[in-house]
């Protein structure tokens, strides 16, 4: 737009200030245009005048007026009206999706996240069929990766290996399992910790009660071996408040995977009129093309 601009304005047009003082009063409210500021060419006879606008939420902006005149003609008309920012204007910030701008912690007791229908975190659960979704932890790859115990097969009878085989012993099984460890959490234990975890993230909170559902039904829930998964879970969604958390299962709170679910983006529909093929149009038609001869006398024709 700069390289189409005139160096200099034109001077009739750079004169009517009056008449774009005019046409700002009459746009904005009344004691709303200060200063003149200046003019800008635009182009050929076509001038923007600038003028100050001392409103308070409007710092730095202008009010821009153009104006112009029709080739080797002396009256100035106006073009347009417009409040236009200046290089120092106090402008709002970029808008940002509300996705974009979530982060983890901004979940309170009432507030529901709504998930895509293709969200990436989640996938198919039992869908009735036999073969489990491509990128399940049970598909057909993952069950190719079975555990197959690893044995060094040395040469000569039991009795005369130098040291005790340790596959398949009940030290191996029991490093196997976790527990060859000096203590393990007792009963007393087990129900200590749970109790703390259902205080902090179980169904008498604020947040579950006012959750659309519960943890049983979130496809973001880790589930936990052993009888604690009976009751408890891992949450793993990084928008709610429970992120990495021993949560009950009566527990939940409006981050779950099926609060509101955003419908698939609609697809166009196909064009009616496929403009993509050429049709070709002869400028001259074919005079053999009608369904009346050429050269028939017009007195057959019931012409006179």
Not at 227 to 256: I, M, T, W
Not at 277 to 304: K, M
């Amino acid at each position: 737009m700069s390289a189409m601009r005139s160096r200099t304005p034109d001077r009739l047009c750079a004169e009517a200030v009056e008449l774009a003082r005019e046409a700002a009063v009459e746009a904005a409210r009344p004691g709303q245009v200060g200063e003149y500021l200046g003019a800008v060419a635009e182009g050929d006879r076509v001038v923007t005048h600038l003028f100050e606008s001392p409103e308070p939420g409007y710092r730095g902006w202008r009010w821009a007026v153009t104006v112009t005149r029709a080739s080797r003609a002396k009256a100035v008309t106006l073009d347009e009206t417009v409040l236009l920012p200046g290089p120092d204007a106090l402008l709002a910030p970029e808008w940002v999706p509300w996705s974009e701008r979530l982060r983890p912690g901004d979940m309170g007791p009432g507030d529901l996240l709504p998930t895509e229908a293709e969200d990436l975190r989640l996938e198919p659960g039992y869908s009735g069929e036999d073969a489990p979704p491509p990128n399940s932890a049970v598909s057909e790859e993952m069950q190719q990766l079975a555990a197959v115990e690893e044995a060094d097969v040395t040469v000569g009878a039991p009795a005369a290996q130098t040291a005790t085989p340790t596959a398949g012993s009940i030290a191996a099984v029991a490093e196997e399992l976790g527990m060859r460890r000096a203590r393990v959490l007792s009963r007393y234990g087990l129900h200590v910790a749970a109790d703390r975890w259902d205080e902090a993230y179980g169904p008498k909170t604020p947040m579950a009660q006012a959750a659309p559902g519960t943890c049983a039904s979130c496809g973001f829930l880790v589930a936990l071996g052993g009888s604690l998964g009976q009751a408890f879970g891992v949450c793993a969604n990084e928008f709610s408040p429970a992120d990495g958390r021993v949560v009950s299962l009566s527990y939940g709170c409006g981050a779950h995977s099926e609060a509101a679910v955003m419908p698939k983006p609609p697809r166009p529909a196909a064009p009616v009129v496929d403009e993509t093929v050429v049709e070709p149009l002869p400028l001259h038609p074919d005079r053999t093309s009608g369904s009346v001869e050429p050269d028939t006398p017009p007195e057959e024709l019931g012409h006179s």
